[in-house]
Structure formats: structure tokens, C-alpha cells
């Protein structure tokens, strides 16, 4: 079963992506806490980070440029998103792709299953 990890600090964003993921049939991995998050990366081999850009007192961005920085890590795709469009910033920093919020679940999925696919080429 493919493993996406949720980095997000809003109970009920996290909520809602966490179901819609386990509707698809992906197993959700729930990280509010950045400090844990490549702890839990080193632990739980996700498939797929989805991370949000503004964690409470936390930079996002230094978080994914240790991922990209990690032997073990850097290889995991990484999709950022915000409600600001934060894309530039994101991609720059090594993510694989950005969504801005609002989105559909629909748009989650497509954008999900296409980044899987890529890093599977």
C-alpha cells in the first residue's frame, strides 16, 4: 500500500486529506509536528510527503531542503502546498510540485498519482 505522510498543522485540513487518501486506498501518515517530520520520514519510508508551506513556527522550506539533502531521504517526492502561491519558492528549494489551496480532492489525486508516476520512471 502506497504511504503519503501529511505535514500540516490544521487538525482540520489534516483531517480531510486523511480521509480523501484513505478513500483512494493510500495508508495517511498524520505529522503536525515539524520537528518530527524527518524522524518519522526515516522511520515510516512514506512514498509521498505532502507538506504544507506555513507550519506554525517552522520554515517548510528548510525542512525539504533536509530532505533533499539526506542520502536516505532525498529521492522521496515532496509536494508543498498553500493558500499563497508559493510555487517558485517550493521548486526551487527541490519540491516536485506545489498546490495552492483551495483544491478538489479530484486535483489532489490527479496531482498525487502524477507525481508518483514520475518518480517511478
Do not use: W, Y
Amino acid at each position: 500500500m502506497t504511504k503519503i505522510l501529511i505535514v500540516e498543522d490544521d487538525r482540520a485540513t489534516t483531517g480531510l486529506l486523511k480521509t480523501v487518501l484513505e478513500m483512494e486506498g493510500f495508508k495517511a501518515i498524520v505529522c503536525p509536528d515539524p520537528e518530527r517530520v524527518l524522524g518519522l520520514v526515516r522511520q515510516e519510508r512514506p512514498d509521498l510527503i505532502f507538506m504544507d508551506f506555513h507550519l506554525a513556527g517552522t520554515n517548510s522550506l528548510s525542512i525539504l531542503q533536509e530532505i533533499r539533502g539526506s542520502k536516505d531521504l532525498e529521492e522521496t517526492p515532496v509536494i508543498m502546498t498553500s493558500g499563497l502561491d508559493r510555487s517558485q519558492e517550493c521548486e526551487q528549494a527541490g519540491a516536485d510540485s506545489f498546490m495552492i489551496k483551495p483544491f478538489r480532492p479530484s486535483n489532489l489525486m490527479i496531482e498525487i498519482r502524477a507525481v508518483l508516476d514520475k518518480r517511478s520512471q
